[in-house]
């Protein structure tokens, strides 16, 4: 679905958006109040631009709407691969991406991130992954690395690495196995208004995606570590 589509599900009150080079930001009406939108459309790749054009909503809704909710919509190839854009040090610029969403939160906004379409590597870490919580619709994508590169960057045959994919969730791409390691919140279907209704009652005061990765069964190690780690301070 594009991001007009998927909105007039999210919004059936209503919603208006512009859409400039790829970047989407406008306000969508619920029964709970006025909701921001801020996102990326058509597969687009986050770089140095759109990095700067996305900080620049998050500093205009902190600063003309105090404690309003934030819905970022998530469709991204994943960071730009551009010598510009790496000489700029792009991995500085998602950073400061990343740190606004905190600081959102920090103030009183609720930060909530729906994956519509892809998200993929550096951009789905600097617009999506760090929200304060993720979901996805059905048939969207998600995907840290994809196996290939995997492959690449660890020499192992990409057989190999996929035949691990099966057991291993949080090794996995995909939203079945996002889900299962408690990167997802849940998958929103059916009634996307509602499911946007329950996601603005969600308390975002701690991270529990570790927690829930184990209670799912796809990330048994990381919450017993960080309590252990925690208990020994």
């Not at 309003?68 to 000489?87: C, F, I, S, T, W």
């Not at 995606?209 to 309590?227: H, K, P, V, Y």
Request: charged share 20%.
């Amino acid at each position: 679905m594009t991001v007009n589509e998927v909105l007039n599900k999210v919004f059936p009150l209503g919603s208006k958006v512009e859409i400039e080079n790829n970047i989407v930001s406008g306000e969508g009406r619920t029964a709970a109040g006025i909701v921001q939108i801020i996102g990326t459309c058509n597969n687009t790749v986050i770089g140095v631009d759109e990095i700067l054009a996305l900080s620049v909503k998050f500093l205009e809704v902190m600063r003309e709407n105090p404690g309003r909710p934030v819905l970022m919509m998530v469709d991204n190839n994943g960071q730009k691969m551009a010598l510009n854009d790496e000489l700029l040090g792009l991995n500085q610029y998602i950073a400061h991406l990343v740190k606004l969403q905190d600081m959102a939160r920090r103030n009183s906004h609720k930060v909530i991130a729906l994956v519509y379409g892809n998200s993929i590597a550096g951009g789905f870490i600097a617009f999506g992954l760090c929200a304060g919580d993720t979901y996805a619709l059905e048939g969207s994508n998600t995907s840290v690395m994809a196996l290939p590169a995997v492959a690449r960057v660890t020499k192992l045959p990409l057989e190999y690495l996929e035949e691990l994919s099966k057991t291993v969730a949080v090794f996995a791409p995909g939203v079945k196995n996002f889900y299962l390691a408690g990167g997802l919140q849940s998958v929103w279907c059916d009634d996307l208004n509602q499911c946007l209704e329950n996601a603005l009652k969600e308390d975002q005061c701690s991270d529990m995606r570790s927690r829930i990765g184990m209670e799912r069964g796809g990330r048994s190690a990381a919450w017993n570590m960080t309590q252990k780690i925690l208990d020994e301070q």
